[in-house]
C-alpha cells in the first residue's frame, strides 16, 4: 500500500487544514470561504481513492504480480449461457487456467455452468451478489450480505469459501474496504483493463498487446466478442513467451 498518500494519512492532513483554516477565520479575519479548501481538498482524494482500484488508497489492492513470465487472466460478471462455455472450451483446448470472478445471482441461475467452472479447476473469486450500479453508497450491513451470500453459492459448489473478492466496476470505498478486512478477503484488482464491455474488438486487442509479465488483466464473460478476443489474445501471449496463471497460484 502506498505508505504516504492512503485514506487515514488525508484525513490527518485534512484535519489539520481545517483546523489551520480555523485559525486564519476566527484569528485573521480571513474569509468563511476558505473552509472551501479541505472540503476540497479531501473530497479529491477521496473520489480519486473510489475510482481507482489500483491507488492502494483505502486499503491493499492485488492488482499487479511479481514473476517472469506469468500473467493473470480473469473474467468478471458470469456465468453467462451464451459466452462462458464457449470461453471454457477454449481455455481447456490451451491448457489454461483462469480467474473467474462470479455474480451470485448468475451462479443461481446456472448452477451447471458454474459447476464445469469449478470442475475444470479455475479459480473463483467472489463479485458480489448483485452487482448493484450503486455498491458504494450501500450500507456495510448491505455489503457484507452481497459477499457473505454469494460466498455461500460458492461453497456450495465447491465445498470451501474463496478469499478472493472483487468489487463491481473496481470501485472502493471505507466501508467496502472495511468489510472485506473484517472477513479477510483478498482484494483483486487490475493493471490490463481490456475496456471490452465499451471498445470495438480492435481496439481491445491493441490495449491487450501492451501485456507484460506480472499483469492482472480483466475480460469479461458475459460478452459475445470475448471468445474472438480470448483466441487471439492467447495468440499475442504465446509470440512473446507469456503463461498463464490463476489466483490460487498467487496468493499461495
Given at each position: 500500500m502506498n505508505k504516504i498518500i492512503n485514506y487515514k494519512n488525508i484525513y490527518r492532513v485534512t484535519i489539520i487544514i481545517?483546523?489551520?483554516?480555523?485559525?486564519?477565520?476566527?484569528?485573521?479575519?480571513?474569509?468563511?470561504?476558505?473552509?472551501?479548501?479541505?472540503?476540497?481538498?479531501?473530497?479529491?482524494?477521496?473520489?480519486?481513492?473510489?475510482?481507482?482500484?489500483?491507488?492502494?488508497?483505502?486499503t491493499h489492492v492485488i492488482c499487479n504480480f511479481d514473476t517472469e513470465n506469468e500473467i493473470a487472466l480473469t473474467f468478471d460478471d458470469g456465468p453467462n449461457p451464451e459466452t462462458t462455455e464457449k470461453i471454457l472450451d477454449i481455455l481447456k483446448y490451451h491448457q489454461i487456467k483462469a480467474s473467474f470472478f462470479c455474480i451470485g445471482t448468475q451462479i443461481e441461475k446456472y448452477p451447471e455452468i458454474f459447476q464445469r467452472i469449478v470442475n475444470e479447476k479455475h479459480t473463483i473469486g467472489n463479485h458480489t451478489w448483485s452487482h448493484h450500479n450503486f455498491f458504494a453508497f450501500l450500507s456495510y450491513k448491505k455489503v457484507l450480505q452481497e459477499i457473505v451470500k454469494t460466498n455461500a453459492y460458492i461453497y456450495k459448489y465447491t465445498n470451501k469459501s474463496t478469499i478472493l473478492f472483487r468489487p463491481p466496476?473496481?470501485?472502493?470505498?471505507?466501508?467496502?474496504?472495511k468489510v472485506c478486512k473484517n472477513m479477510n478477503l483478498k482484494i483483486i484488482g487490475w493493471n490490463l483493463r481490456s475496456l471490452d464491455t465499451v471498445k470495438s474488438k480492435s481496439k481491445v486487442l491493441m490495449r491487450l498487446s501492451k501485456v507484460k509479465a506480472g499483469d492482472v488483466v480483466l475480460l469479461h464473460d458475459n460478452r459475445q466478442s470475448t471468445p474472438e478476443i480470448l483466441e487471439k489474445f492467447i495468440g499475442i501471449i504465446a509470440e512473446i513467451k507469456l503463461k498463464c496463471t490463476d489466483f490460487n497460484e498467487i496468493v499461495n
Open positions: 481545517i483546523v489551520t483554516v480555523l485559525f486564519l477565520i476566527l484569528v485573521y479575519k480571513f474569509s468563511i470561504f476558505y473552509m472551501l479548501i479541505p472540503f476540497f481538498f479531501y473530497t479529491s482524494f477521496t473520489i480519486w481513492g473510489v475510482f481507482s482500484i489500483d491507488s492502494q488508497f483505502y466496476v473496481g470501485i472502493l470505498n471505507p466501508i467496502i474496504a
